[in-house]
């Protein structure tokens, strides 16, 4: 074992100094030693590839009898990755051991032809590393400035808001390229210019330092509009959408399939609020709506929820790190297995699920939300002495069932971790997503999803509602 760790530690030596004919002499004695791996997990192939050494993998890809799927991408090779995909249609979201995946190796190295034909085959486009440097497609284009790439990818979904490791944006790498067109392209796809990195760093401050005065007047030009653009407040019931009341001014109604659209300040904000009725459905036309028609920057919804988590009481208030809808997958055996929204529900399918807040929205966020101090909840409520309301970050559960089983609140507890389940929010986030805008779901505990829910619910969900409305406007004040 020892000795062949040292026969594969020299092959790679020669790989990375660029000796094609001593690497190939060598695969050629001992043809095992193209399948093995080195530290980080690449292939003698793959290794040579990212060490911008092609001319050696292709000479040793010519020695190899069967390429692996991560190989061909990295090559380029279109029709054998078609190839290996028709075998295996699941491999398209699959991961390589050093964490990259095929549509990511596609982009990182320009493969333009062959990155078209797996977003055509269903690639997604906003797929992270499973590895420390979060990199998906898009920070692959921008990172090699191909904007042909990132318009591709763009228009199909790619985020372009999207943080790699220490929060870096793609638009960051544009403005560090000063590449213009590249930071325009992003600015029209709704590129923030004031996403902070990890460290605080922003597109704009980045231009500032640089003294690139034509990026710094495009992204100030898009900082600007991105203000004026108003919010989306979205409720399901009458009960949630009461206590924006006075802190709503309306200017005037639009009627769009049935949903009563009401333009007007949250608070001296720019906002549009709207009613959505109960369900997915309901909440993902009126999430489609609100961004295509009338172009809001952010959607946050407001109202209640049962809980779950019992820790938790009635009006306490959980906002949404991860939101999941428990309902969408495939029934096996009696048991529900969840799959990602739109993904095959399928063996061997990729099976992830759920959308994470933005890591940069939370951050902005958490401190703003720790300070608030939510009304008492009345002893009518509470069962005993008047309490005041704790606020919990944590799992939304979605789904198209009012639940009243204890049973089955265990059960999603157990399965999820998750503190409370409803009836639109991941639907909402899922629609958000395909636009690359941030979402955000607060809901404050209405019920404890058991057998007594269906009395509790009409009983304390005026009372209730009021946390998450408080809480809302507080987040809408800050964005």
Not at 60 to 82: D, I
Not at 324 to 349: I, W
Not at 419 to 448: H, K, N, T, Y
């Given at each position: ?6 026969v594969l ?6 790989v990375?100094a660029g000796d094609?004919?001593a ?13 093995a ?7 003698p ?15 040793l890809?010519a020695a ?8 061909a ?9 078609a190839a ?27 493969r333009q032809?062959?990155a078209?034909?797996l977003l055509?085959r ?8 499973s ?6 497609p ?9 904007i ?7 228009s199909?979904?790619a985020?372009?808001n999207?943080r ?10 544009a403005?560090q ?9 992003l600015l ?6 004031a996403?902070?990195?990890?460290d605080?760093q ?17 992204l100030?030009?898009a900082a600007?509009?991105?203000a ?23 200017t ?6 049935g949903?009563?659209?009401?333009r007007g ?6 906002a ?5 009725g ?5 909440a993902a ?18 109202g ?20 999941v809808?428990?309902?969408?997958g ?12 739109g ?18 929205l ?12 939510l ?8 069962g005993?002495a008047?309490r005041?309301?704790?606020?919990r ?7 198209d ?15 999820f971790?998750a503190?409370?389940?409803e009836m639109?929010?991941?639907a909402?986030?899922?629609?958000a ?14 019920d404890?999803?058991g ?7 009409p009983?304390f ?5 009021e ?9 809408a004040?800050?964005l």
């Amino acid at each position: 074992m020892a000795n062949g760790k040292a026969v594969l530690a020299e092959l790679l030596k020669l790989v990375v100094a660029g000796d094609a004919e001593a690497a190939l002499a060598m695969a050629t004695v001992d043809p095992s030693l193209l399948d093995a791996r080195g530290p980080n997990g690449a292939t003698p192939i793959l290794t040579a590839i990212y060490y911008r050494q092609e001319h050696v993998a292709r000479a040793l890809a010519a020695a190899k009898p069967e390429l692996s799927l991560f190989e061909a991408c990295a090559l380029g090779e279109t029709a054998k990755v078609a190839a290996l995909l028709d075998r295996d249609p699941g491999a398209i979201a699959s991961y390589a051991p050093d964490g990259f995946f095929p549509l990511a190796l596609a982009c990182y190295f320009s493969r333009q032809e062959l990155a078209e034909m797996l977003l055509t085959r269903g690639a997604d486009a906003n797929q992270a590393a499973s590895n420390p440097t979060q990199i998906r497609p898009i920070h692959s284009a921008t990172a090699a400035r191909n904007i042909p790439l990132a318009r591709l990818l763009l228009s199909h979904g790619a985020d372009a808001n999207a943080r790699q490791q220490r929060g870096f944006t793609p638009l960051m790498a544009a403005v560090q390229h000063g590449q213009l067109d590249m930071i325009a392209l992003l600015l029209d796809h709704g590129a923030d210019p004031a996403q902070p990195a990890d460290d605080g760093q922003t597109p704009l401050a980045m231009a500032e330092a640089a003294g690139n005065a034509e990026a710094l007047s495009l992204l100030r030009t898009a900082a600007s509009k991105a203000a004026s653009r108003p919010l989306g407040i979205i409720c399901a019931i009458p009960e949630e959408i009461a206590h924006f009341g006075g802190h709503f001014a309306g200017t005037d109604e639009r009627r769009v399939a049935g949903f009563v659209f009401r333009r007007g300040l949250l608070d001296g904000k720019p906002a549009v609020l709207v009613e959505a009725g109960i369900g997915k459905v309901n909440a993902a036309t009126v999430a489609t709506l609100l961004l295509e028609r009338f172009d809001c920057r952010v959607l946050l919804f407001s109202g209640v929820a049962g809980g779950l988590d019992p820790e938790l009481s009635v009006g306490d208030v959980v906002v949404g790190r991860r939101l999941v809808q428990h309902d969408y997958g495939a029934l096996v055996s009696g048991t529900m297995r969840v799959y990602q929204p739109g993904a095959f529900p399928l063996p061997g399918m990729d099976d992830s699920h759920g959308y994470d807040l933005d890591a940069g929205l939370e951050a902005k966020l958490r401190p703003v939300l720790e300070s608030v101090e939510l009304p008492e909840m009345p002893a009518a409520v509470t069962g005993g002495a008047p309490r005041r309301p704790s606020v919990r970050w944590g799992t939304i559960l979605t789904g198209d069932q009012f639940l009243n089983c204890g049973a089955t609140r265990d059960r999603l507890h157990r399965d999820f971790r998750a503190q409370a389940v409803e009836m639109e929010g991941a639907a909402i986030a899922q629609v958000a997503s395909r636009f690359g805008v941030p979402c955000l779901v607060v809901r404050s505990l209405s019920d404890l999803a058991g057998e007594e829910s269906h009395m509790d619910f009409p009983q304390f969900c005026r009372a209730a509602a009021e946390g998450a409305s408080i809480l809302l406007r507080r987040v809408a004040a800050v964005l």
